[in-house]
T-cell receptor
Framework: DSGVTQTPKHLITATGQRVTLRCSPR?????VYWYQQSLDQGLQFLIQ???????AKGNILERFSAQQFPDLHSELNLSSLELGDSALYFC?????????????FGPGTRLTVL | TQLLEQSPQFLSIQEGENLTVYCNSS?????LQWYRQEPGEGPVLLVT?????EVKKLKRLTFQFGDARKDSSLHITAAQPGDTGLYLC???????????FGKGTLLTVNP
């Protein structure tokens, strides 16, 4: 158990819909990272927040957005969903703001878009 | 865009065999990490290497960082079924805050 929690574990929805994925970092960690993992693309970095502020951006689509709240939990919002958005979405957390600090990954949310 | 290439993509061996997987980039890493991911779980950090030529050992796993800091290898001695999983390398370049992952090597160790 990494100490990072993600909900829900599984999510099945239809194209065009909007979903919200939730992540609670390890106690004391200020950074939250979001990743998308698919068979063809591997593990892709989406976005990082540090203490409530956006810190780094990766291959995140405009249809996707995220935020980190004062209690440090984070949400990833995915809208206008397409079939190709089906993937595993991981949240990770670390103490500092540098991504080479050890990142602790949650168990992931498996999103299926039908 | 920085790219990490991992090889082989798939590896299936018998228990007790040795194996090596590789991670390469055309650019110099600031640091490189190896993760292991089991089915249905998130990746777990195994090691971080920073210095060119560095060698780190974790029980039966030996990690090497190339002298030029453009490549790394993971060697497993006497593999066991519990070593089965997806081995991912991840690198950071310069002051880039983004950790970029390779696509991984899927290792299966058969009893």
């Amino acid at each position: 158990d990494s100490g990072v929690t993600q909900t829900p574990k599984h999510l099945i929805t239809a194209t065009g819909q909007r979903v919200t994925l939730r992540c609670s970092p390890r106690s004391g960690d200020l950074s939250v990272y979001w990743y998308q993992q698919s068979l063809d693309q591997g593990l892709q970095f989406l976005i990082q927040y540090y203490n409530g502020e956006e810190r780094a951006k990766g291959n995140i689509l405009e249809r996707f957005s995220a935020q980190q709240f004062p209690d440090l939990h984070s949400e990833l919002n995915l809208s206008s969903l397409e079939l190709g958005d089906s993937a595993l979405y991981f949240c990770a957390s670390s103490v500092g703001q540098l991504s080479y600090n050890e990142q602790f990954f949650g168990p992931g949310t498996r999103l299926t878009v039908l | 865009t920085q790219l990490l290439e991992q090889s082989p993509q798939f590896l299936s061996i018998q228990e007790g065999e040795n194996l090596t997987v590789y991670c390469n980039s055309s650019s110099v890493f600031s640091s490189l990490q190896w993760y292991r991911q089991e089915p249905g779980e998130g990746p777990v950090l195994l090691v971080t290497v920073v210095t060119g030529g560095e060698v780190k050992k974790l029980k039966r796993l030996t990690f090497q960082f190339g002298d030029a800091r453009k490549d790394s290898s993971l060697h497993i001695t006497a593999a066991q079924p519990g070593d089965t999983g997806l081995y991912l390398c991840a690198g950071v370049w310069g002051s880039n805050y983004k950790l970029t992952f390779g696509k991984g090597t899927l290792l299966t160790v058969n009893p």
